[in-house]
């Protein structure tokens, strides 16, 4: 996963660092949302008493991007590209494929906590259209079945990844 | 010794570059010291994905469809044997000869100015720009050329502003450079936000250093010592990319205090967009940077009086500032020598929609549509039929095949009812409907508006809601007259540019086709069977092998057919969802 070097800092010495810089609101808040997966009312509070903005504004603003959110996120973020290109190439289909596979809707959360749903206006990978993001990484050349592999492949490795978490804890226990 | 290079942008890594990239790293590991393995941007064909170079010396062979495999192949054959792998060769770059492999005939008639690093170059590596003259520019600007002198190579090299609206880039230099003031701002817009538009996205993962240079040349003009980088969120590789190259330019003494000696001070900052469409336009990415709510503010003061901080700030988009150190490097003059009277220079276009070979494509201003259809792209996808390209984004509008004689330049888009915007072109076939398109472009709008203007917030709305009715074959004859007279008024009544074009799309597919607007209100039919509510689902008995998994999984019971047959669809039963199409295995399940 990619993540820059700017926003890697962690959120609290984000937090302590800041100096009264102006315009640090929006990088203050998508720290905020690295850390915790989403802006918890918590994160407002404290962005808001270090740095004077009022929180009725830092709502203002979070309410304004599409990239901030306020409720908790899936482990894997899905954003399916419905941008020009990838609309006249049927990304609806990928879109209703998603919904249909993960049984929830556009800006859902599945129960388990492991897939959120959300479109995206374009990500600039055109010329595969079809395509989505998973968390930092794009798949392209979408077709429904591909849609329900991917999927798939991501819940058998999560499942794969529990077990053997499952197995560790059990032998740890035994021992 | 030979060099391996692996196209590894967004657009080759969603196409599988990784695993090609790891297969070599593997040959190696197994044979250390045979041959050299680095990384790439995107060389722009992107409908070719993934991308093997190998090059000794001057001689460059490009591999496409390069997959774990082939890679095989290649190595053994090419890199240890030195045998050309003919049937998978794209491109062949040897000195003396033409270009050759499978994909020239849609390469010779570009021109590389912003993109002459891409895919050339590592991207991470400064040593590797330098060595392609990089930096040059800025130490002929820093040590030999005076503010004035710089401000004139450009406005004489006739450069216009690559984000859109095309002001002349010399004059608005000029203009900041006038304002008497000790601060002073350089901002790059990289808030590439048209959907079907990957120039900057390109540029910014294969030379970021370029940019970086354009735009230490223009603070030297001005007379600005802080720039900033607004680039958006959804590009993580680009972000990762420019901090690096903007690390490895300081500790060069490329960026900081004293620049090469020269006693000019200059730093530039990364602020990451939030996913806001409407920060693209200048006044709300000012706002954005200063941490508040991006929305648009009245002009007068322009930027150069009044930019960002309320102090004097030069703007341009991420290909502008690419096209400087070229420009300085080169002369006014060489520049000036490529594309039309009025539009000079040379433009990035991404290609992509239903068009065979999708991807980036730079050509002197002023080609013909057609030619870069059908030389460039090589024509429509599967055959079909060429029906328009849509230029400028949501700003923009849709130009049917019979204007495709049209020249691409700043004067002669326009006229068409279409703009220039920052060169996404996405090129539709018989089978996009043109209402559909107008609603969707509608709906992002919509979505985007910023909500300062009624007009804007409410009048988009209203457009919307006509155009989903007419899609959902419940139009009303008066409804054309409805969009007409909203879309003026939204067009007069809204302060930004965003407001001001949105009614485009509307408007020039209600000029071009309006036989389609017809063909749903009056007859409740959608010619190129896209309105799922005007179409009928059927299955194609060719395709389907009767494995029955359409029929269990309609929720309606519609599906009807024996294991192992063809089966059928009843219509009357059908409630349209399209479940079936999201289940078949085949792609037998289609609209009609």
Known sequence: MITTAARNEDFSYRLWRYDGAPGELIPLLQSAQDHFGYIPRRAISYISDVTGVPESEVYGVITFYSQFRLQPMGKYVIKACDGTAC????????????????????????????????????????SLAPVMMINDDTH????????????REYRRRENAERSRAAASCGETAAR | MKKVIVGMSTCGLSAGSQKTFDRFSEFLAASPGSFELKSA???????????????????????????????DTIFNEHVKGNRIVEEHVALRMEPGQELGGSEAPHQKNQVRIVLRNCGLIDPESLDEYEGVGGY????????????????????????????????????????????????????????????GAFMDRSVLEGDPHSVIEGMIVCAKAIGAHMGYIYCRAEYPMAIRRLTIALDAARERGYL?????????????????????????????????IEGKRGMPRIRPPFPAEKGLWQKPTNNNNVETYANVPWIITNGAAAYAAYGTEKSRGTKVFALAGKVACGGLAEVPMGM???????????GIKDNRKFKAVQMGGPSGGCIPASLGHTPV????????????????????????????????????????????????????????????????????????????KLGAQIHESSLCGLGQTAPNPVLTTMKYFPEEYEAHIRDKRCPAASCT????????????????ICAKNCPVEAISGERKSAHTIDTTKCAKCGKCITVCTFGAVYKK
């Open chain 1, 87 to 126: 609309h006249v190439q049927n990304a609806r289909m990928i879109i209703d494929t998603l919904e249909d596979e993960l049984g929830i809707e556009v800006n859902g959360t599945t129960e388990d906590g492991l897939f959120t749903l959300s479109t995206v206006a374009c990500i600039g990978c055109c």
């Open chain 1, 140 to 151: 392209g050349r979408l077709t429904p079945q591909s849609v329900r592999k991917v999927i």
């Open chain 2, 41 to 71: 941007g995107c060389i722009g064909m992107c409908y070719r994905e993934p991308l093997v170079e190998v090059r000794e010396g001057k001689s460059r062979i490009v591999y496409g469809g390069v997959t774990p495999e082939i890679a």
């Open chain 2, 136 to 195: 040059q520019a800025l130490r002929k600007a820093l040590l030999d050329m005076k503010p004035d002198e710089i401000i004139k190579v450009v406005k004489d090299s006739g450069l216009r502003g690559r984000g859109g609206a095309g002001f002349p880039t010399g004059l608005k230099w000029s203009f900041a450079a006038a304002q008497k003031s000790n601060v002073k701002y350089v901002v790059c817009n990289a808030d590439e936000g048209d959907p």
């Open chain 2, 256 to 288: 900081g205090s004293d620049i090469l000696g020269s006693g000019f001070d200059f730093d530039v900052k990364i602020k990451q967009g939030a996913g806001a469409f409407v920060c693209g336009e200048e006044t709300a990415l000012f706002q954005s």
């Open chain 2, 368 to 378: 013909p549509i057609n030619d870069l259809v059908f030389k460039i792209g090589g």
């Open chain 2, 409 to 484: 330049d700043f004067e002669s888009i326009p006229a068409t009812g279409a703009i220039m915007g920052s060169g996404g072109m996405v090129v539709m076939d018989d089978q996009t409907c043109m209402v559909e398109m107008a609603r969707f472009f509608l709906d992002f709008t919509q979505n985007e508006s910023c909500g300062k203007c009624t007009f804007c917030r409410i009048g988009t709305l209203r457009m919307l809601e006509i155009l989903t009715r007419i899609t959902q074959g419940e139009g009303k004859p008066e409804d054309l007259d409805a969009l007409k």
């Open chain 2, 533 to 548: 509510a005007l179409v009928d689902f059927v299955i194609d008995p060719e395709k389907c092998t009767g494995c029955t």
